[in-house]
Structures are given as C-alpha cells and as structure tokens.
C-alpha cells in the first residue's frame, strides 16, 4: 500500500496546471484519510514541480497551522477545505496522516518529510508559520468559498403498505473535477443516508473527526407516512427529515476531507447504491452511542496528560456546559412553537366568533367593522402559523442539530481519550516486559531471554506508534475543533439573523393590518 | 397589595359606559384598595352636592359581598322592574395568580438566580393587573349607579356610600345559595316560557331576538378571546425564558458567538416586554369590553324577561277579569288586579324602550372606543417591535 497512488487534493478552479492524479485511487479508501487537504495556488505550483520529480506529492498537502508541541516535525499551515486561502505563507508540508494501522505507512511518511524538508521554498515558511498559534488560526479569515451545492428535493413515496419509503432526489452543483459532472442528481432514501454516516464513522471518527450525524430515525413518523395519512403532521414531518438531510448532507460535503471519502462521491454520483443493511437496526445515533459507550470509562479519567491538555480539558467543559444550555434552548423554543400552533387555532376560532357577532350587531357601522376585526384576527392567524414554522424550522432544528453535533464532538474527544490510554497501557506492558527481562537476566535463562527481548522490541516499536496515534489524533481533534467552531459560529449567526428577519416580517404585516383596520374603527358611530 | 386606580384603566372602564362623571351632583369613585389575605377591602369616596348626605365628601371601606348585595337590591325592588340593572363586578380571583406564585417559589431551586428574580417580577406584575381590573370593575359599577337618573336617589345605594359602619351583609348561606340556585332554575324556565310569548310591539319583539342572539353570540366571543390571549401570554412568557438562556450561552465566553448571542438575548427581552404588553392590552380593549358586555347584555335580557313577565300577567289579569265580568263573581278584585298589573306593564314597557335604546347607544360608543384604542395600541406594538428588530439585525449584520 505503500506505494499506492497519493490522494490528491482537489485542485482550485481555474487552476490551469491540474495536477494528473486528479483521479482518487479508490484503493486508498480503507486507509486512514489525509485529511490535511487543501489547496492554494502556490501550493499546487510547488507540487507540480514534485510530481515532476516524481516524488510522492502524496498526503503533504497540508495547509493547516496548528502550532503543537507534541512533534517538532509536525508543523502543518493553516488551511480550510478545499480552497485557498490566499495568503503565501500558509503552506508547509503536512507531515501528519492519519492511519493508525501500521508502521509501514509512517515510515512511508518519514522519508518524505526529510525529503520535503530539503525544499528550500518551504523551510522560510516553516520558520514563519511555526510560532502562529492558536489564536491567530481562530482569527483568520474564513474563506468557505466551496463550489460545492447539494441540495435535497422532492420527497416521494415509493410504494406501499409496510414496506413504502420515501426517496429524496440528492442534487449536486460542482465545479469540482472530482466529480464526473458539474450537476447531477442521483436519488436515495433514508436508510442510505444511515448507511453512508456508518461508513464514514467506520472511517474517520477513530482519527478523531468529527462525522456530522444524520437526523433520527423515527418510528411514529415514517409509520404514519406507510400507512397514507395524508395529514398536515406527516407532511410536516416528511419536510422536517427532508430539511434536516440537506443540512446533513451540506455538512458532510463542508469537511474537507470527508468531501475526499470515496463514499461521499458515491453517495452523491452514484445511480444505484447497494441497500445499506444493518441500518434497521442501528440508526445514526445508536452508532453514535455504540463509539460512545466504549469510551465512556475513559472519558471519566481526569487526569490531565500535559501542558497542552488543559486545553482539551478545557474545551471538552465548555462543550458539555454547551450542550446542556442548548438542550434547554430547544426544550423552551419547542414550547414557543406549541404556544404559537395553539395561538394560530385559538385565533381562527376567535376570528369566527367575531364574525358571528358581527352579524348579530344591528348598528351597520359596528357590524362591519366588527366583521373586518375578524378578518383582521384571520390574517394573524396565518400570521402566526408562518411564525410557528420559522421557530421550528430555523431556530429549533438548529438547536436540535448543534445538539446531536456537540455529542459527536464529545465522542472525538473521548476518542483521542481512549487514544491516550492504550498508549500508558502499552507503556505499562513494556515496563512490564523490561522487568522480565531484567528478572530473567538475573536467572539467567538464555533461551526465555531471547523471547523477552523480542517481546520488548515489539512493545517498544508499539509505544512509539501509540504515542504518535496520540499526537496525531491530538493534531487532529484540535484542528477539527477549530473548524466546527468556526462553523458553528456562522451557521449561528445566520440562522438566527434569517429567524429575526422572519420575526421583522411578521411585525411588517401586522403593522399593514392594523393600519387597515384603524379607519374601519373609526368609522363606527 | 394597596392600589391608587391606575388612571388608565379607570377611564378604561369608565369608557364603557360614557357619560359618567358628568355630574357634579353626585360623584362616586374608588379611591384606595387594599387586598388581604383572602379579600379585598375598597375606599368608596364620595362628592356629592345632595342635601341628603352629611357631608359633601366622604369615604368608606366597602368588601365585594357589599357590592353584591347592593345590586341585588336592585334586582329584587319591583321599583326597578323596568330598568337595566347595572350588572354585579365579578368577585375578586387571585386564586391562579397565587397558584402561579406558589409554584414559582417550589420551583426556586430549578432555575438561577436571575430566572427567578424575573419570574417573581412577571408574577407580581400580573398579580398587581388583576387587582387593578378588580378595582376598576367595582368602581364602573358604582359609576353606573351613580349616572342613572332613578338608580342614584335609591336608599340603599346612599347607605352604601355613607354609613362608615359594616353593613353586615355576611355572605349568603349554604341555605340561601341554594335557594338562589333554584329561584334561578325556575326563572330560567319561566324565561323560556315568557319568551315564547309572541310580542305585539315590534320593538321588543326585535329586541328579544336580538339580545338573544347577541348575548350568545358574546358569551362565545369572550370565552375565545380569553384563550387566545393565553396563547399569547404563554408564547411572550417562552420568548421570556429564551432570553434567559440565551443570555446564559452568552455569557460563558467572550468569543464572538457568544456576544451575538448576548445581543439576541438583549433583543428577546425588550421584544418579549412588547408582546406581553400586546397580550395585556387586547385583554384590556377587546376581552374585558366583551365580558362586560356579555354581563350588560344579560342585565338587557333580564329586564326584557321582567317585561315580558309582566305582559304575562297582564294578559292573564285581563282574561281573569273577562272571567270574573262573564260569572259576575270578584269583578271588583280582578278589575283591581288588572289595572296593577296594566301600570305595572307600561311602566316598564316606557323605561325599558329608553333603557334598551340608551344600551345600544353606550354599546356602540364603548365599542368603538376600544377598538379604536386597540388598533391603535397593536399599530404602536407593531411598530416598536419592528423598530427593535430593525435595528438589532442591522447591528447583526454589520459585525458579521
């Protein structure tokens, strides 16, 4: 595998020297992604000249800067997704990859790194971008620019009884050359979308990604839908699912080396996915909770593991303290939401009372502004209804999405907890060993003796590997930390800025309506 | 709890009936209130220019079951037969706002410090809006008393407002709530049958029909106005509780999603502070005006059923004479009986056409005036709201 074709990043749009491996080598799918993926200009030209030399441009395409002090030959630039940030200065060679199998890969990694390191056009980056820290990588600009759209539409009902789904029609928009078309649209149901969460939970989450989870499933809802009720609450909740996929979706193809997986182009491209089995029974979230549980006796540990951890301590409090607000958020807007449903119905039951006295007054005046009193409280009625759904779908699924979010970032810590762990283990069973041996030294037992030796040659060729998974994946949930907060902090504020501008609507209207009105009551007498 | 009248809602409820306090001959008005454990206590203070008082100004401390036995006075004295009696001020209820109270104090322990302050404030806030539409309810009533060219010389009412002593209504007994009870079932019955009795006037004859109708057409009206402006409440009291939260989130950084949502949060305040004044007011304008006029128009409808009542016996009065004339037996006992109850039908037919034109009269009035006020209110709602919103998403927007 060593030898196996690199994973090239996707290169820029208009970027005129494509670089030749643009083709994914599917092969590499089962091994752990680089996702130091990115892409500059600069970048693209100086791999050029690499190719040319037919070195393995491979997995060093990194611009991200995270400044560690775990290995002083993993400095990787700053970089988000797949496009570039414009500035020069931002590219060094990312020396982490990310599987954890075996050695080979890293000692793979190893000669590159020197050879890289030889590159004169780097080292004058390496020395500027290494003292970049934290703070800097949170303040610089954000370029999301991805000319990436996927959007799903139109919900269908396949068949029926039981047995009956709905299909989503999955549309891409891309410039990407990654993919076969520039639009395409392939179709999928639920249960495919399930399937392609396991399968790159499978992959990354051990890398300490945070995997965007797919909605719930729902029991009560889909069986409605089975059974044909055409009402309002199945309606609703096909268009809650469909709304939540997308976001889902939008997510997956945010991450940047999620975007590169294989199974996302698949999932997108492909016209007839294989039936994902096993979804029936584990749903997303089940999954979740599988990873979870395995590493819930590790994320009770508190001991701190050095300097840079309290960072993670840290973040990992703020995360939790996070998702306890926003789990009271979400139980108070669904409560909003209800209130506003009950003021919709409780409104057109008044707007019809209205009119009926209306009718009853026998003074003209009265009784027709009485009867435009109730057409005012008709026109709130749709008012509200309209409200009721911007608080459900913008600012309540926000919250419920952040929700199951936080969870999975909670899992990638714990991950790298667990990580950690069997790296003291295996430091323990080496100590162990090395007290055999030193045990069998002195009673002199040859033949046992080689046997330890051997053991510990192993054990210690197993520590190093556990400590490098371990800044590694450090490496790594910082880096995707970074990122979701980022993402998070937009989305938020877009969402919540398109709920007031919704709110601003409605106010807009019932302004019109009363002005309408006030004349109406004037005129009575 | 003590209450000076806001002015607000005393010209609120003066309002509904207009030409009050015109008078200078005679002014009543509640000028303090105090609310204990389980009773209310009101300051009736009087003005008046009559001979009959003692003085010219006066007050006195008067409870609710006061106020009942006053107007049931009016209801019982034949003299008034023919007149809309001013209907009864709904008794003082607390009960659910202590309820909200208590429960707010067991549930102490499950929200911060803040919550609760704020909370215990809405609570007080609405505790302090019932007692003042309490206040306010009582004094109309006084109010109405007091504007009525017959209802004003009556000896109890001038009790009411000058003896500085209990009157010493207690409470009706079990006894005699129960006997209430059925006086009510037989005159309800009597009702129906009195209503079918076809009226020659066509006035009144419209009047049934119309006061029938409207009355349960503003019973209904009342009672969906009332829950709808829960609805209200119960969604301004949720954008409450997102503002607290919100402000929670913001709180525990100080990175940039954190300030925004302290900004939001901020906004939810003031918004919420609106849409509570929105609820406050559409109960004030729309469910209070159709509640007393749901009470009105029962009054309407009862001084019709007297009427018709009287017709009634009228109309026996005259076969029974025709009777007595036919077997020339008693003719002088049912020629008596027939003239009481001729004056007796035309005294209340004569008032009751004024009364129930004056009705219509102060219905379209007070009808007017608050949805005037209404509109106007939700427009200067609106408005503010809108305005928050406004520039909030500008600022938003611009540090993004």
Request: net charge negative.
């Amino acid at each position: 595998m060593a030898a196996s074709s690199p994973r090239n990043p996707p290169p820029l749009p208009g970027a005129d020297n494509q670089d030749p491996l643009s083709e994914m080598a599917d092969e590499d799918s089962d091994e752990g992604e680089d996702i130091f993926v990115g892409n500059s200009n600069p970048v693209a030209e100086s791999f050029q000249t690499d190719t040319a030399n037919g070195e393995e441009p491979a997995d060093l395409f990194s611009e991200e800067e995270i400044s560690t002090t775990v290995n002083s030959s993993i400095t990787t630039t700053k970089s988000n997704g797949v496009h570039s940030d414009n500035e020069n200065d931002l590219f060094a060679e990312a020396s982490v990859e990310l599987s954890m199998e075996n050695p080979s890969t890293i000692a793979r990694e190893n000669p590159t790194t020197t050879a890289k390191t030889s590159g004169a056009e780097f080292t004058p980056s390496r020395t500027q971008t290494q003292p970049k820290s934290i703070e800097q990588l949170e303040e610089d600009k954000d370029e999301d620019s991805f000319d990436m759209d996927v959007a799903v539409t139109n919900p269908e009902k396949i068949g029926d009884g039981m047995n009956a789904y709905i299909a989503y029609k999955v549309s891409t928009r891309t410039t990407l050359p990654m993919f076969k078309n520039r639009t395409f649209s392939v179709w999928r149901r639920f249960s495919d979308f399930l399937g392609l969460y396991e399968k790159l939970s499978v992959k990354h989450s051990l890398n300490g990604c945070i995997i965007p989870p797919p909605p719930e499933k729902s029991i009560v809802g889909m069986t409605k839908v089975k059974v044909g009720k055409e009402d309002s609450s199945s309606a609703d909740f096909v268009e809650t699912r469909r709304a939540a996929l997308e976001r889902y979706l939008q997510r997956v193809v945010c991450h940047p080396s999620l975007l590169q997986d294989p199974d996302v182009r698949e999932f997108l491209e492909r016209d007839e996915l294989p039936r994902a089995v096993g979804t029936h029974t584990l749903s997303g979230a089940g999954f979740l909770k599988m990873i979870n549980r395995a590493s819930d006796a590790v994320s009770k540990m508190t001991v701190k593991i050095s300097d840079s951890d309290a960072w993670f301590d840290n973040k990992l409090q703020e995360v939790e303290s996070e998702e306890l607000q926003l789990r009271k958020l979400h139980a108070v807007v669904e409560s909003l939401v209800n209130h506003r449903k009950e003021l919709c119905g409780n409104t057109a039951v008044f707007a019809k009372s209205m009119a009926m006295l209306g009718n009853s007054e026998d003074n003209t005046a009265l009784s027709r502004a009485l009867s435009q009193l109730a057409e005012v409280e008709d026109k709130m009625e749709t008012l509200h209804q309209e409200q009721a759904a911007s608080d459900f779908f913008i600012l309540a699924e926000l919250l419920a999405d952040y929700i199951r979010l936080l969870g999975a970032v909670r899992g990638c810590f714990e991950q790298r907890m667990k990580t950690w762990q069997r790296w003291q283990e295996a430091q323990s069973t080496l100590q162990k060993k090395r007290e055999v041996e030193a045990k069998l030294l002195w009673a002199n037992k040859p033949d046992k003796l080689q046997q330890a030796k051997e053991e510990i040659t192993e054990w210690e060729g197993k520590v190093t590997q556990y400590e490098r998974d371990f800044d590694r994946i450090s490496v790594t949930v910082r880096k995707e930390f970074l990122r979701f907060e980022k993402e998070k902090s937009k989305d938020f504020k877009s969402q919540i800025v398109k709920y007031l501008e919704s709110l601003l609507q409605s106010q807009q209207r019932l302004v019109k309506f009363w002005e309408a009105f006030l004349p109406e009551a004037k005129a009575i007498g | 709890v003590r209450s000076c009248v806001e002015p607000q809602i005393e010209e609120d409820y003066q309002a509904v009936n207009v030409d009050l306090q015109t008078d200078a001959t005679l002014q009543v008005d509640i000028s303090d209130a105090l609310s204990e454990r389980d009773k209310v206590k009101f300051t009736v203070h009087t003005k008046s220019t009559l001979p009959n008082f003692k003085q010219n100004e006066f007050s006195v401390v008067r409870q609710h079951e006061e106020f009942i036995w006053l107007h049931d006075s009016f209801v019982e004295n034949e003299e008034y037969a023919g007149y809309i009696i001013p209907p009864a001020p709904p008794r003082p209820d607390f009960d659910a706002s202590r309820e909200k109270l208590q429960k707010l104090g067991e549930g102490e322990g499950s929200m911060t410090k803040e919550e609760f302050t704020k909370m215990k404030q809405e609570l007080e806030a609405e505790y302090l809006a019932i007692f003042k539409k309490t206040v306010a309810m009582h004094e109309v009533f006084l109010c109405r008393v007091a504007a009525h060219p017959v209802l004003r010389k009556d000896m109890n009412f001038h009790v009411f407002l000058e003896y500085n002593q209990d009157l010493s209504v207690r409470g009706k007994n079990k006894r005699e709530k129960m006997e209430d009870f059925f006086k009510n079932v037989v005159k309800s019955a009597d009702g129906v049958l009195v209503a079918g009795v076809k009226d020659v006037d066509d006035f009144f004859e419209h009047e049934k029909t119309f006061l029938l109708e409207y009355h349960n057409r503003v019973k209904d009206a009342s009672s969906k106005s009332d829950r709808m402006i829960r609805s209200h409440k119960s969604a301004a009291d949720d954008i409450n509780r997102i503002a607290s939260t919100l402000y929670t989130l913001g709180t525990q950084d100080s990175t940039d999603v954190c300030k925004f949502f302290l900004k939001v949060s901020e906004l939810f305040e003031k918004t919420r502070k609106i849409e509570a004044r929105v609820a406050a007011d559409e109960d004030l304008k729309l469910a209070d005006l159709l509640k007393y006029y749901l009470r009105e128009s029962q009054a309407a409808k009862d001084l019709l059923y007297r009427r018709g009542r009287a017709l009634v016996d009228y109309e026996n009065a005259n076969k029974a004479l025709d009777k007595a004339r036919a077997k020339n037996k008693d003719v002088l006992q049912a020629e008596t009986s027939q003239q009481v109850c001729c004056q007796k039908f035309e005294k209340i037919s004569e008032s009751a056409k004024q009364e129930l034109i004056d009705f219509k009269t102060r219905r379209v009035a007070a009808f007017r005036k608050n949805l005037v006020e209404l509109a106007e209110l939700e427009l200067k709602h609106a408005k503010g709201n809108l305005q928050l919103l406004q520039s909030c998403v500008g600022v938003l927007k611009g540090d993004t």
